[in-house]
């Protein structure tokens, strides 16, 4: 470590090494920690957490029973034992809550007033923070999986909606028309997320075992489909041929530089994909447990070296490597089944929630001197005498 | 003390050697981790001496399954490229044997040939399984073939697929495509498969469904199983069909409930 703030004083090394040395040893470090905790206000399992990225202080959650809650990350009190309050609430008692299980919460990438929501009762709402009352309603025929807003488009303010539909829908926020449909999947979208580099290009994963790539402003159909075999016929049996995973593929998730693609499929297996050329990278990840009729909603580490994937994998979180697939560790702490997991990239904290209506904190441990280096410092200062 | 050891990156760390019961670095026959990058081919070797050869009267080349080598090295992208280097080499062959789609058999190219036409020698299609040997397989790596390629590309007549069919050497996979197989392997794939459910059951019956490895190596085996323990605990370490603790009493094996 010091070696690290010597080359960086001198410089020798670039400033940005010492910042990802330090995040890769606080990350590889996560526990649980008995200072930190999250008020638990849901009564039922908790599907989707979104923290925002403008200050990283506040984190909206939405669960089973229906309820939207948001939390303060910040510890503005000066001990060390500190729980995450809950600022406001979309509680049962609310005019505009929704009637069944909200799926998928998400700010708005470009300030806290606004976020989205969407649930198993057919509709998406898009909410005003300061009164919590939805500005806009859009209704849908099935139910709604998933839905996501490019976290870097300037020139457009699309959603795209992940439904019962084989057609992925694109929900405009600045007219509120629904016009746009992207056709290709022949089961249900599960899974859809927005490229973190280019602002025009969708990645959407179905039940029907395949992830296409598209770029919206085009009109004829997707760039690509994702395929396990890279374009080897003769390795898959023939029904398996220009699919990415062997079952459903149920989850997505894009590097924080947006050039590698993750996802996650019913065969127990994830894939690690170029987001470019659609080339599998043959990453083996061995046996990631996949079992989620919905979808799984994982998350990439951000600004270390190397990357590392965090899998809810049962009632723990697994961490693997991003580009060795080897199993760093598995972060147990939940009672029931995980569903969902995110990463705040300043404090490089997880946040895990699932059915057993806790949201855990994963803390990296602090420095502390062993017993054996205090032995030393005291034979040393002994010594000096 | 700090019970729980930290994982510490390589910037940081002092490397420290950990001892446990089976800590032979380098012994592909007891050490479960070995430490610098996997030499794939030695552990090939190392499994395929534990195929029974005189199980299947020596018609039979010495098969390994591709899962098996994971349970010898502890990073699978690393083995699995060593796997194609290998293959693209033309030292190594893969086949579907078609029970799982993610199942793969691995055979070492020599042994292949010498069998299969130790296996051929006499019958009327010698002739062609000669050719097919000689002209698709150093050539084209492929798990299977389409009618397509084999009439146009490699020029063979329909007769001739006829006979390729009918010697083993291709299967059927749909109409019009045909895997690459090995001749007389399905008792080998009987044999495995009652094994692998022989040997699952024998962990699920351990009370708290776990069992030492060095335990299980040693069980008597009924006569549901005929290939080599050794082989079977392989498989279903790679396969995670089992979860792999370290004790202090050696490498426990934990059925793991799907």
Redesign the interface.
């Known amino acids: ?1 010091l070696s ?1 703030l010597i080359a960086r004083q001198t410089g020798v090394d670039e400033p940005v090494r010492l910042r990802r ?1 330090e995040s ?2 606080r990350v ?2 996560l ?1 649980l920690n008995h200072d930190r905790d999250v008020e638990c206000i849901h009564g039922n399992g908790i599907n989707t957490i979104d923290i925002e990225v403008i200050e990283g202080r506040y984190m909206l959650s939405g669960g089973s029973d229906g309820v939207i809650v948001i939390y303060d990350l910040e510890n503005n009190s000066k001990k060390p034992h500190y729980t995450c309050k809950a600022v406001c609430t979309v509680g049962r008692s609310s005019r505009y809550v929704h009637k069944f299980s909200v799926e998928t919460v998400q700010w708005y990438p470009h300030d806290t007033g606004m976020f989205v929501s969407s649930s198993f009762d057919k509709t998406m709402k898009v909410w005003d923070t300061e009164t919590l009352k939805p500005a806009e309603v859009f209704q849908f025929e099935g139910n709604v999986y998933c839905h996501h807003m490019s976290p870097i488009a300037r020139k457009h303010g699309l959603i795209a909606v992940g439904t019962k539909d084989p057609k992925v829908q694109l929900c405009d926020l600045k007219s509120g028309s629904r016009i746009h449909i992207l056709q290709g999947h022949r089961g249900e979208v599960l899974s859809v997320k927005w490229s973190p580099r280019y602002e025009h290009i969708l990645a959407t994963a179905s039940t029907d075992s395949r992830v296409r790539v598209w770029d919206v402003r085009r009109a004829s159909g997707s760039l690509f489909t994702l395929d396990q075999h890279n374009g ?7 029904e ?1 041929v220009n699919t990415a995973h ?1 079952g459903r593929v149920n989850g997505l998730c894009f590097t924080d530089d947006g050039l590698y693609l993750l996802t996650a499929g019913t ?2 297996r994830m894939r690690l994909w170029n987001s470019a050329t659609g080339e599998n990278t ?6 990631v ?1 996949n ?1 989620s009729r919905k979808g799984v909603k994982f998350t990439v580490s951000r600004g270390c070296s190397p990357e590392f994937v965090f899998v809810p994998c049962g009632s723990s979180v697994a961490m693997y490597g991003l580009h ?3 199993l ?2 598995m972060l147990r702490g939940h009672y029931n089944n995980v569903d969902c997991c995110e990463f705040h990239p300043d404090y490089q904290e997880l946040y895990s929630g699932g059915k057993d209506c806790n949201i855990l904190a994963w803390v990296p ?1 602090l420095r ?1 001197p ?2 054996e280096d205090e032995g030393a410092a005291f034979a040393f200062e002994w010594l000096l005498k | 003390m700090n019970r729980k050891r930290t994982l510490m990156p390589d910037a940081f760390r002092t490397k420290k050697r950990r001892f446990g019961a089976d800590n032979l670095i380098g012994n592909p026959e007891h050490g479960d981790v070995q430490e610098g990058p996997p030499d794939v081919k030695a552990t090939l070797q190392y499994l395929m001496t534990l195929f029974p050869r005189k199980l299947f009267n020596d018609s039979l080349p010495q098969i390994v399954l591709k899962h098996q080598l994971y349970s010898l090295h502890s990073d699978k992208t690393l083995v699995d490229k060593q796997v194609n280097e290998l293959r693209d080499q033309g030292e190594l062959l893969m086949f579907q044997l078609g029970f799982d789609s993610d199942t793969f058999a691995l055979v070492f190219s020599v042994d292949y040939r010498a069998k299969v036409l130790a296996g051929e020698a006499g019958r009327a299609t010698l002739g062609t399984v000669e050719k097919f040997l000689d002209k698709v397989l150093p050539c084209c790596s492929d798990l299977s073939f389409s009618k397509d390629k084999m009439l146009k590309q490699f020029l063979f007549t329909d007769a001739e697929i006829t006979q390729l069919v009918k010697s083993g050497v291709l299967t059927v996979r749909d109409a019009g495509s045909w895997w690459l197989s090995i001749p007389n392997s399905g008792r080998f794939t009987k044999y495995f498969i009652q094994g692998r459910k022989a040997v699952l059951g024998m962990v699920k019956k351990s009370k708290y469904n776990e069992i030492l490895k060095t335990d299980l190596e040693e069980r008597r085996t009924t006569s549901h199983v005929k290939l080599h323990m050794k082989y079977h605990v392989h498989d279903i370490i790679g396969a995670e069909l089992v979860e792999c603790i370290q004790t202090t009493s050696g490498t426990l094996l934990r059925f793991v409930d799907t």
């Open positions: 470590m690290f040395a890769t040893r590889l470090s526990e080897d016929k003769s390795k898959a049996s023939s398996s062997d065969d127990d043959l990453v083996n990840y061995g046996k447990v079992e060795t697939g080897e760093v560790t441990v502390h062993d017993t």
